[in-house]
């Protein structure tokens, strides 16, 4: 099944972040499929404009788990989420692709999730305790990913 990473805000094209960020995309979709596991999506959503925050939020919400069946695995980054290392993140994302469930991955606004995000997901994780500009944990995320899918096939990328 597919990997799906849904984000709220949109990238700026033709930048260091973005030629980073696909070039672990890039790497992590060659090693996802050839582990038979599917492709990566991508989706991005324009941040909401409305004034309070709560509907902010909700909106936003809306839009993330639009696409997501009862079925499906859902990875949300939140700063109060687990901090797991590199081998557990991949451990986790090999269980749950190989019960060919689809795992999707939310990024929230510069507000964090809406309540129905934080509700639906089955794992809030955390790349620590330090706050990440959203264009940087969108790298960060998809290098993790790579990672993952390296531990997976013995790739020498990880190094413990």
């Avoid at 094209?13 to 960020?21: D, G, P, R």
């Avoid at 940087?136 to 990328?157: C, F, G, K």
């Amino acid at each position: 099944m597919p990997i799906t990473v849904q984000a709220v805000g949109l990238m700026k094209k033709k930048t260091a972040e973005i030629e980073l960020k696909q070039h672990y995309m890039d790497n992590a979709a060659r090693l996802c499929q050839a582990q038979g596991f599917g492709k990566i999506n991508e989706l991005e959503y324009a941040e909401n404009a409305k004034q309070n925050v709560a509907e902010r939020k909700a909106l936003e919400a809306k839009h993330l788990l639009n696409h997501i069946q009862p079925s499906d695995y859902v990875i949300i980054l939140d700063e109060n989420g687990k901090s797991i290392s590199s081998r557990q993140f991949s451990s986790t994302l090999q269980d749950e692709l190989s019960q060919s469930r689809h795992v999707h991955f939310l990024l929230g606004g510069p507000d964090g999730h809406g309540d129905a995000c934080l509700q639906r997901a089955n794992l809030k994780l955390s790349f620590g305790r330090m706050t990440w500009p959203h264009r940087l944990a969108r790298i960060l995320l998809y290098e993790q990913i790579y990672r993952a899918m390296t531990i997976m096939t013995n790739h020498p990328y990880h190094r413990d």
